[in-house]
Structure formats: structure tokens, C-alpha cells
Nanobody, 119 residues
């Protein structure tokens, strides 16, 4: 059974930094993409950043230059360094892992970690 354990959320003042981490266990096949999404109250879940197994990255426009995603393939972990945080970054952040089984892809989600940025 695949499990994703997230850590690193919390309360920070605007302009501060946080580092989120996610560790995946129970992966039998290989991991394709790893990433972070977030969902603010009353809004849809949206992509924050993701990284492919080859190291290609995608960032939401609002996060470019402020957030950095990294992953350790040997440990099945992904991190999100968030700098210059803004109140509008307040949301529940979810880790997402896509497992590759041949031609099939299976997506898994963490339980979410709250990030609150005060003004």
C-alpha cells in the first residue's frame, strides 16, 4: 500500500519561508512525477510545482522564482522550498506521486499539510 507522509507546514509571516517534505513508501514500481498541489478554501486544487523522473519541472506562474521543488529518487522524497511567502499562498498543500507500471500511471495523494501565511 502506497503511503505519502507530508511534513513542514505551519504558520509563517509574509515574506518568510517554509520547506515542505513528502516521503513515499510502498512504491513497488518506479515513480514518474512527484509534485505539490494546493487548495485554498472555496477554490479548486491547483498545481504548485512538479518534477518528472528526468528532472524536468513545472511551476505555476505565481510561484516561479519563489518556490523550488527538488526530489531524491533514491529515497522517494520530494521537497518544496517556499520563499517570500504571501498571504495568498495560504492553503492546504498536497503531495502527489505518480507511479509508473508499464504503460499505466497511478496517482497517489498525501493527507495534506496546512500552510498559513499571515500579513
Amino acid at each position: 500500500q502506497v503511503q505519502l507522509v507530508e511534513s513542514g507546514g505551519g504558520l509563517v509571516q509574509a515574506g518568510g519561508s517554509l520547506r515542505l517534505s513528502c516521503a513515499a513508501s510502498g512504491i513497488i514500481f518506479s515513480i514518474d512525477a512527484m509534485g505539490w498541489y494546493r487548495q485554498a478554501p472555496g477554490k479548486q486544487r491547483e498545481l504548485v510545482a512538479r518534477m518528472s523522473s528526468g528532472g524536468n519541472t513545472d511551476y505555476a506562474d505565481s510561484e516561479k522564482g519563489r518556490f523550488t521543488i527538488s526530489r531524491d529518487n533514491a529515497k522517494n522524497t520530494v521537497h518544496l522550498q517556499m520563499n517570500s511567502l504571501k498571504p495568498e499562498d495560504t492553503a492546504v498543500y498536497y503531495c502527489n506521486v505518480v507511479e509508473r507500471r508499464g504503460v499505466d500511471r497511478y496517482a497517489y495523494w498525501g493527507q495534506g499539510t496546512q500552510v498559513t501565511v499571515s500579513s
